[in-house]
Protein backbone atom coordinates (compact mmCIF):
# COMPACT_ATOMS: atom_id res chain seq x y z
CA UNK A 1 0.00 0.00 0.00
CA UNK A 2 1.52 3.30 -0.97
CA UNK A 3 1.40 5.36 1.81
CA UNK A 4 2.82 9.43 2.33
CA UNK A 5 3.15 10.90 5.70
CA UNK A 6 4.48 15.14 6.34
CA UNK A 7 6.24 16.32 9.10
CA UNK A 8 8.20 18.83 10.50
CA UNK A 9 5.54 21.95 10.26
CA UNK A 10 5.17 24.69 12.45
CA UNK A 11 5.42 28.08 13.28
CA UNK A 12 8.36 30.45 12.29
CA UNK A 13 9.27 34.73 12.55
CA UNK A 14 9.76 36.07 8.45
CA UNK A 15 13.08 34.66 7.72
CA UNK A 16 13.33 31.89 9.88
CA UNK A 17 13.78 28.25 8.21
CA UNK A 18 11.95 24.95 8.54
CA UNK A 19 12.57 21.66 6.98
CA UNK A 20 9.36 19.54 6.25
CA UNK A 21 9.76 15.47 6.08
CA UNK A 22 7.59 13.41 3.81
CA UNK A 23 7.90 9.64 4.60
CA UNK A 24 7.81 7.03 1.61
CA UNK A 25 6.46 3.34 1.83
CA UNK A 26 4.85 0.71 -0.17
CA UNK A 27 6.47 1.68 -3.26
CA UNK A 28 10.24 1.87 -5.04
CA UNK A 29 11.27 5.04 -5.17
CA UNK A 30 13.52 4.39 -8.69
CA UNK A 31 12.25 6.46 -11.60
CA UNK A 32 9.37 8.45 -9.17
CA UNK A 33 8.40 11.84 -9.13
CA UNK A 34 7.53 13.45 -5.24
CA UNK A 35 6.00 16.82 -5.72
CA UNK A 36 5.44 18.98 -2.74
CA UNK A 37 2.31 21.61 -2.66
CA UNK A 38 0.61 24.25 -0.63
CA UNK A 39 -2.28 25.69 0.17
CA UNK A 40 -2.99 28.55 1.72
CA UNK A 41 -6.16 30.15 3.71
CA UNK A 42 -8.46 31.11 0.81
CA UNK A 43 -6.39 30.28 -1.70
CA UNK A 44 -5.85 27.54 -4.83
CA UNK A 45 -3.34 24.86 -4.66
CA UNK A 46 -0.16 25.46 -6.15
CA UNK A 47 3.06 22.99 -6.70
CA UNK A 48 5.79 24.74 -5.30
CA UNK A 49 8.39 21.73 -6.35
CA UNK A 50 8.99 18.59 -7.56
CA UNK A 51 11.66 16.15 -6.84
CA UNK A 52 12.44 13.28 -9.85
CA UNK A 53 14.10 10.28 -7.88
CA UNK A 54 16.30 8.16 -9.93
CA UNK A 55 17.50 5.95 -7.62
CA UNK A 56 17.08 6.33 -3.56
CA UNK A 57 19.97 9.65 -2.83
CA UNK A 58 19.61 10.50 -6.65
CA UNK A 59 17.29 12.81 -7.65
CA UNK A 60 17.07 16.23 -9.65
CA UNK A 61 14.60 18.91 -8.35
CA UNK A 62 12.44 21.97 -10.38
CA UNK A 63 10.88 25.09 -8.39
CA UNK A 64 8.30 27.29 -9.29
CA UNK A 65 9.03 31.48 -9.36
CA UNK A 66 7.82 31.80 -5.76
CA UNK A 67 10.00 29.26 -3.83
CA UNK A 68 12.88 29.39 -6.22
CA UNK A 69 16.36 30.25 -4.58
CA UNK A 70 14.63 29.77 -1.31
CA UNK A 71 13.30 26.45 -0.81
CA UNK A 72 15.24 22.88 -1.85
CA UNK A 73 13.57 19.07 -2.28
CA UNK A 74 15.78 16.45 -2.02
CA UNK A 75 15.22 12.48 -1.09
CA UNK A 76 17.34 10.92 1.74
CA UNK A 77 18.24 7.27 0.96
CA UNK A 78 18.74 6.29 4.71
CA UNK A 79 15.18 7.77 5.81
CA UNK A 80 13.49 7.11 2.12
CA UNK A 81 11.74 10.26 2.76
CA UNK A 82 11.50 13.14 0.56
CA UNK A 83 12.38 16.44 2.10
CA UNK A 84 12.09 19.92 1.58
CA UNK A 85 14.25 22.49 3.20
CA UNK A 86 12.68 26.34 3.51
CA UNK A 87 14.72 29.15 4.48
CA UNK A 88 13.94 32.81 4.54
CA UNK A 89 10.14 32.16 4.57
CA UNK A 90 7.80 35.07 4.99
CA UNK A 91 4.13 35.57 5.63
CA UNK A 92 2.93 34.81 2.40
CA UNK A 93 4.59 31.14 2.37
CA UNK A 94 1.91 30.32 5.57
CA UNK A 95 -0.20 26.82 4.52
CA UNK A 96 -0.72 23.72 4.17
CA UNK A 97 1.96 21.91 2.38
CA UNK A 98 1.63 18.27 1.45
CA UNK A 99 3.67 15.83 -0.61
CA UNK A 100 2.55 13.80 -3.56
CA UNK A 101 4.04 10.71 -5.92
CA UNK A 102 3.12 10.11 -9.18
CA UNK A 103 4.72 6.33 -9.90
CA UNK A 104 4.14 6.39 -13.38
CA UNK A 105 6.01 8.45 -16.24
CA UNK A 106 9.54 9.71 -16.73
CA UNK A 107 11.66 12.91 -15.63
CA UNK A 108 10.12 15.08 -18.48
CA UNK A 109 6.41 14.67 -16.98
CA UNK A 110 7.96 15.35 -13.37
CA UNK A 111 6.74 18.93 -12.94
CA UNK A 112 5.01 20.74 -9.84
CA UNK A 113 2.33 21.73 -12.54
CA UNK A 114 1.12 18.07 -13.27
CA UNK A 115 -2.35 17.32 -12.19
CA UNK A 116 -1.23 13.41 -12.27
CA UNK A 117 0.34 12.56 -8.71
CA UNK A 118 -2.00 9.84 -7.50
CA UNK A 119 -1.21 9.90 -4.02
CA UNK A 120 -1.02 12.14 -1.29
CA UNK A 121 0.26 12.71 2.40
CA UNK A 122 -2.35 14.04 4.54
CA UNK A 123 -0.27 17.71 4.79
CA UNK A 124 1.57 19.74 7.31
CA UNK A 125 0.81 23.62 8.91
CA UNK A 126 3.58 25.90 8.23
CA UNK A 127 2.39 29.22 9.79
CA UNK A 128 4.88 32.18 9.07
CA UNK A 129 4.98 35.74 11.08
CA UNK A 130 6.07 38.76 10.69
Known amino acids: QVQLAESGGGSVQAGGSLTLSCSLSGFTVDRTCIGWFRQGPGKQREGVAA???????????IYSDSVKGRFTASHDKYTNAANLQMRSLQPEDTAEYSC????????????????????WGQGTQVTVSS
Open 51 to 61: TFIVSPGVYTS
Open 100 to 119: AAMLKGGMATCTYLSRDFAY
